[in-house]
């Protein structure tokens, strides 16, 4: 079995509900609204283990799922359009999606904005200051704005790892280290 059968499927149901929000957002000039509920209900999913369980859990009947979510869907403020696409999802059982469908409606919006995401990982936290700067090369080097999402990894031990579209950059130590590690094994 294809081990990203799943993730694949997953995603594609989460970039047909997106794609759905984006487009009658779009029409309706309510693209910075959206950006604004995307933020929000992407901090909840990555800062609540008890709303990734209740998405995830077949546990937990459609109806339980559509009241718990649009009772966040009101407690964050979300506009009509986010609150009702989330309430036919929980309907449909969909709601196992929303970390894809956060993802891929931050891609739409980025490529209506002309701007293109990097994801990012360091050993430490960057300063306002590196990321301005490695956003600005990368921007020279892509030719599009970009916007960074920024991770740290400890185990880098120090540089980092940049992912733009299909393309990735690794820099780090732990990186350098693991080649060397190859070489050595294969001089002996």
């Known amino acids: 079995m294809d081990v990203s059968e799943p993730a694949s499927i997953s ?14 957002a779009r029409e309706n000039g309510k693209l910075k609204e959206l950006e604004t509920n995307v933020t929000d209900l992407a901090e909840a999913l990555a800062s609540s283990e008890d709303l990734n369980e209740m998405i995830s859990s077949p546990i937990y009947s459609r ?11 009101e407690a964050l403020g979300l506009k009509p359009v986010s609150r009702n696409a989330l309430g036919l999802m929980a309907q449909k059982r969909r709601l196992f999606v929303l970390p894809q469908y956060c993802l891929r409606l931050k891609e739409l919006l980025a490529e209506e904005k002309g701007e293109v995401t990097a994801e990012v990982i360091s050993a430490k936290p960057l300063s ?17 704005q970009v ?20 393309r990735m950059i690794d820099t780090s130590i732990r990186s350098k280290l693991n080649s060397l590690q190859n070489v050595m094994k294969e001089v002996g």
Do not use: C, H
């Open 11 to 24: 995603y594609g149901i989460a970039s047909r509900y997106a794609q759905a929000v984006f487009d009658i």
């Open 63 to 73: 109806e339980d799922q559509e009241k718990a979510i649009l009772a966040l869907a």
């Open 128 to 144: 306002d200051e590196e990321q301005a700067q490695l956003s600005a090369a990368l921007a020279a080097s892509v030719g599009k």
């Open 147 to 166: 916007a960074l999402n920024t991770a740290v990894d400890e185990t880098l031990i120090g540089g980092l790892v940049v992912k733009v579209g299909s």
